[in-house]
């Protein structure tokens, strides 16, 4: 009998579970059961506790880790030798995207500054940038890259699509510096790794216009914090960010009060289009994983998966 660990108690009234296959729930912060070594497929929880990550030291009998998360970068650093890890691409592309378009637009036109008036009984007209006619660099051409993309469409921006390699209707990353000057709006929606640690940077900032809006839906540390503050600072930029590095930024942080910042606690893929979307997924896998099948979404193959 093949041993899955699920993040919650209501999982397997949503799943199919294949035959020869027993399911049971960890979370984090619990006591570890007798049967932790016995664990085949492991589903920590999503932006749970690093002790969720660190457990799968303990699994000697792990096959394959199904994170909930389109990023692996954190599962990656405790992933033993062997193991299959599989990510949610495809599980927050709608809500991440939503939110791309949302922060944009949100950033744009206003709304810190409505709300703030708002809480005060203050009537505050102003007239602020459209999302229409904007120039758009779109950073990241995968599956939430695209999702975005599709949103932007009906909103008349001039949209440029950059990623690593260069392709039809996607440009590659030596044709960045010449759009950066262009950029109205930079969204970035890039896998975090060692080739996108602090991509923005000092002189990537300053290659933007003046007023330029950058929108982090990536991870926190594609973008320098130092670099950005300076230009916040300024009231040169402007930026909305769903990732921060450090995340979350501690009470005493400068982003906290930095001018023309909007911060959202990283809700990008936390809405109530998660969780159907995860069970969906997370039965194909199961479904594949039992028929000795090839998984999807694998990050890092390690031993075959055994029915």
Same mark, same amino acid.
């Given at each position: 009998? %093949?041993?899955?660990?699920?993040?919650?108690?209501?999982?397997?009234?949503?799943?199919?579970?294949?035959?020869?296959?027993?399911?049971?729930?960890?979370?984090?912060?619990?006591?570890?059961?007798?049967?932790?070594?016995?664990?085949?497929?492991?589903?920590?929880?999503?932006?749970?506790?690093?002790?969720?990550?660190?457990?799968?030291?303990?699994?000697?009998?792990? *096959?394959?880790? *199904?994170?909930?998360?389109?990023?692996?970068?954190? &599962?990656?650093?405790?992933?033993?030798?062997?193991?299959?890890?599989?990510?949610?691409?495809?599980?927050?592309?709608?809500?991440?995207?939503?939110?791309?378009?949302?922060?944009?637009?949100?950033?744009?036109?206003?709304?810190?500054?409505?709300?703030?008036? *708002?809480? !005060?009984?203050?009537?505050?007209?102003?007239?602020?940038?459209?999302?229409?006619?904007?120039?758009?660099? $779109?950073?990241?051409?995968?599956?939430?890259?695209?999702?975005?993309?599709?949103?932007?469409?009906?909103?008349?921006?001039?949209?440029?699509?950059?990623?690593? %390699?260069?392709?039809? /209707?996607?440009? /590659?990353?030596?044709?960045?510096?010449?759009?950066?000057?262009?950029?109205?709006?930079?969204?970035?929606?890039?896998?975090?790794?060692?080739?996108?640690?602090?991509?923005?940077?000092?002189?990537?900032?300053?290659?933007?216009?003046?007023?330029?809006?950058?929108?982090?839906?990536?991870?926190?540390?594609?973008?320098? %914090?130092? &670099?950005?503050?300076?230009?916040?600072?300024?009231?040169?930029?402007?930026?909305?960010?769903?990732?921060?590095?450090?995340?979350?930024?501690?009470?005493?942080?400068?982003?906290?009060?930095?001018?023309?910042?909007?911060?959202?606690?990283?809700?990008?893929?936390?809405?109530?289009?998660?969780?159907?979307?995860?069970?969906?997924?997370?039965?194909?896998? $199961?479904?594949?994983?039992?028929?000795? !099948?090839?998984?999807?979404?694998?990050?890092?193959?390690?031993?075959?998966?055994?029915?």
């Amino acid at each position: 009998m %093949t041993l899955v660990w699920l993040p919650d108690d209501d999982w397997a009234e949503h799943l199919n579970v294949p035959s020869g296959v027993r399911v049971d729930v960890w979370r984090g912060g619990q006591p570890l059961p007798d049967d932790v070594e016995q664990v085949a497929f492991y589903v920590p929880e999503y932006m749970g506790q690093p002790a969720t990550l660190e457990v799968m030291g303990a699994m000697p009998g792990l *096959q394959v880790v *199904q994170t909930l998360t389109a990023g692996v970068d954190d &599962a990656l650093v405790h992933l033993p030798s062997g193991v299959t890890l599989c990510n949610a691409a495809g599980v927050h592309d709608a809500s991440t995207a939503e939110l791309a378009v949302g922060l944009t637009i949100a950033s744009l036109r206003g709304f810190p500054g409505f709300l703030r008036a *708002q809480d !005060k009984g203050i009537w505050l007209h102003a007239r602020h940038d459209a999302l229409a006619d904007c120039r758009v660099v $779109l950073l990241g051409a995968g599956s939430v890259g695209r999702a975005i993309a599709a949103r932007l469409a009906p909103f008349e921006v001039d949209l440029r699509i950059v990623a690593s %390699t260069a392709r039809e /209707g996607v440009h /590659g990353p030596d044709e960045l510096p010449g759009l950066l000057p262009t950029a109205d709006v930079v969204i970035l929606a890039i896998p975090y790794g060692p080739a996108t640690h602090h991509l923005v940077d000092k002189p990537f900032l300053a290659a933007l216009p003046d007023g330029a809006l950058l929108v982090n839906v990536a991870r926190g540390p594609v973008v320098d %914090t130092e &670099a950005l503050l300076a230009e916040l600072a300024t009231g040169r930029l402007r930026a909305a960010l769903d990732v921060t590095d450090p995340e979350p930024p501690p009470p005493d942080h400068a982003l906290w009060h930095a001018p023309n910042v909007l911060i959202t606690p990283h809700v990008g893929g936390d809405t109530s289009a998660f969780l159907p979307r995860a069970w969906r997924l997370l039965q194909q896998q $199961l479904d594949r994983f039992a028929a000795g !099948k090839p998984l999807a979404n694998v990050v890092r193959a390690g031993r075959e998966p055994i029915s």
